[in-house]
């Protein structure tokens, strides 16, 4: 297994606009995926155990089906798109993603939130979003 790429303070700054869309884009298609389902729900009288083609389904039934799964591939793929920067997805439902990063020597994650116009905090790698801290601005200048 390969090392994890660590990110330097103004490598994670540099992708926050491409990240900012790409994450944007991703909870639009949530939205998307959730509407779709309520269609898919009010048509075929309840939600399917399965969005898998079957011949007894209706026609509007089939297509629905055919539309989500085409939703479900876009929305995987896009979190894809976000992880080949190097990031790491940690909570799809509201767009946060952490990136390897160093804090006074030690191995952290940088922690960013769509939103966040620059990257603002890390947490220690055992630590999660309600334990972030702010980046010093001596962090700042050593990073």
């Known amino acids: 297994m390969t090392s994890p790429r660590v990110f330097s303070i103004a490598e994670v ?26 269609d898919l729900a009010r048509t075929a009288g309840g939600l399917p155990r ?3 083609d079957d011949a007894s389904d209706p026609p509007a039934v089939a297509a629905l089906k055919v ?3 085409s939703r479900i591939d876009h929305y995987e793929n896009g979190w894809a798109d976000v992880t080949e920067l190097g990031a790491v997805v940690k ?3 509201v767009g946060l993603v952490d990136f390897y990063g160093r804090v006074d020597g ?10 966040e116009e620059t ?6 790698l055992d630590a999660g979003f309600s334990q972030r801290r702010p980046l010093r ?6 990073n």
């Open 91 to 93: 909570d799809p439902n």
């Open 50 to 52: 399965t969005l898998a």
């Open 119 to 124: 990257l603002r905090y890390y947490h220690d």
């Open 67 to 69: 539309e989500l799964r």
């Open 13 to 38: 700054e540099a992708l926050i606009p491409t990240l900012s869309a790409l994450v944007t884009r991703q909870l639009q298609r949530h939205d998307e995926i959730e509407a779709g389902l309520g």
């Open 106 to 115: 030690r191995l952290v994650w940088f922690c960013w939130r769509l939103g």
């Open 137 to 142: 601005p001596e962090t700042r200048r050593l």
